[in-house]
Each structure stands twice: as C-alpha cells, then as structure tokens.
T-cell receptor, first 115, second 112 residues
Framework: DGGITQSPKYLFRKEGQNVTLSCEQN?????MYWYRQDPGQGLRLIYY???????QKGDIAEGYSVSREKKESFPLTVTSAQKNPTAFYLC??????????????FGNGTRLTVT | GDSVTQMEGPVTLSEEAFLTINCTYT??????LFWYVQYPGEGLQLLLK?????DKGSNKGFEATYRKETTSFHLEKGSVQVSDSAVYFC???????????FGQGTRLTINP
C-alpha cells in the first residue's frame, strides 16, 4: 500500500542539539510538506516543496531546515536555533499542489521532546 | 487573510447521539473546504471535502454542506459511535494546497 512513513515515532534530544526527522513517501506525489502541531492549535506550515531540489518557507520556518534531493524524501532538521522545538511534527504530500481541491495525505507523525 | 474558526471543544457525547461541529471561514476567493480527522497517535486523514457552493461532502456517515451565504461548513453525523472519538479539523484552500489553512481542531469523545 502507498503511504507516507515518518520515523521515528518518538524522539528525545538535549537542548542545543540538531535533530533530523525522516519523511518518505511512495505515492509518487510531487509536493511535500512539514507541519507543526501544538496542543489546542491547528497545524502550522514549516516548509514545503513542490519539486525536487526546490523548497519554500512556510509560516514558521525559523529554526528549521529541509532538503529535497529525491522525490520520495523530505527530511526536516530542527536546529538549536528553534526556540521551542518540543512538538508533534507531521509530514504530508499531495499529487497536485496547484489545485485547491487536492487533498493532503499525512504520515503518522513524530513527537519530538527536547529537554 | 484567510481563516477558519471551529467550535471549541472538547465535545463529549453518548453513543448514538447526533453530532454537529461548527466551522465558519473567511476567504477572499472561492475556496475548497475540507474536514480532516486525527485519531489518537496518528496523522490526519481526509474525511470529506466540497469544492463549490451547495456541494455536500459525505463519508462514513459524516456530512458537511458548503454554505457560501453563511460562510460555513458544519460537520454532522446522525448517530455517533465510540470509534468516532478523535480530533476533527476544518480547513480551506483557495490558493493551492500550500495555502491550506486549518482551524484549531475540535476534540470529540464518545462514551458508550
């Protein structure tokens, strides 16, 4: 079955360390996204990529970085510059980012805890 | 800018009760509207969508009608089950998927 795989499910890091979250999809989707989810809030867009080797900042990109070297993969690095990194991170993809009615497919998320 | 407002939760109902979760939106264009559901410990799944005024989206017994005159997309289900316990997100998109705007989510708990 096609889908999006995020790993690991839980991640613990010490403050000051960079950490990379994995996202892989086998849906053959062109566009991929990273969202952050905090308790009681909606999802906020961190970065998105519409094609390989290209990505754009979302609403809360500060302290994060991404790469898109392969169509299937869109890893997110949470750097030590991110002031409040503890959150639930969701990766998503869609076939046609230009269409309003193109739904997102989500992975099961990675819960990052930084102490 | 575009925005989505959902009724505040948490919402707690008994099994077989009628469910309504209110959602209203503000948009400059003619957006597509979505309901996503998030079960505990998982990512979001698309529940239903509507792409133009008066369209009704439906799935798994849930329904929502795109009401342009009231800028609303309320989620309804006639008889809820314990398995419907989840967080429900209303969302809109009027400039492509990268401009998807989410509401804050409504946590629903169904008691047997």
């Amino acid at each position: 079955d096609g889908g999006i795989t995020q790993s690991p499910k839980y991640l613990f890091r010490k403050e000051g360390q960079n950490v990379t979250l994995s996202c892989e999809q086998n849906l053959n989707h062109d566009a991929m996204y990273w969202y952050r989810q905090d308790p009681g809030q909606g999802l906020r867009l961190i970065y998105y990529s519409q094609i390989v080797n290209d990505f754009q900042k979302g609403d809360i990109a500060e302290g994060y970085s991404v790469s898109r070297e392969k169509k299937e993969s869109f890893p997110l690095t949470v750097t030590s510059a991110q002031k409040n990194p503890t959150a639930f991170y969701l990766c998503a993809s869609t076939r046609d980012a230009a269409r309003d009615n193109s739904p997102l497919h989500f992975g099961n998320g990675t819960r990052l805890t930084v102490t | 800018g575009d925005s989505v407002t959902q009724m505040e939760g948490p919402v707690t109902l008994s099994e077989e009760a009628f469910l309504t979760i209110n959602c209203t939106y503000t948009a400059t264009g003619y957006p597509s509207l979505f309901w996503y559901v998030q079960y505990p410990g998982e990512g979001l799944q698309l529940l239903l969508k509507a792409t133009k005024a008066d369209d009704k989206g439906s799935n798994k017994g849930f329904e929502a009608t795109y009401r342009k005159e009231t800028t609303s997309f309320h989620l309804e289900k006639g008889s809820v089950q314990v398995s419907d316990s989840a967080v429900y997100f209303c969302a809109l998109s009027d400039q492509g998927a990268q401009k998807l705007v989410f509401g804050q989510g409504t946590r629903l708990t169904i008691n047997p």
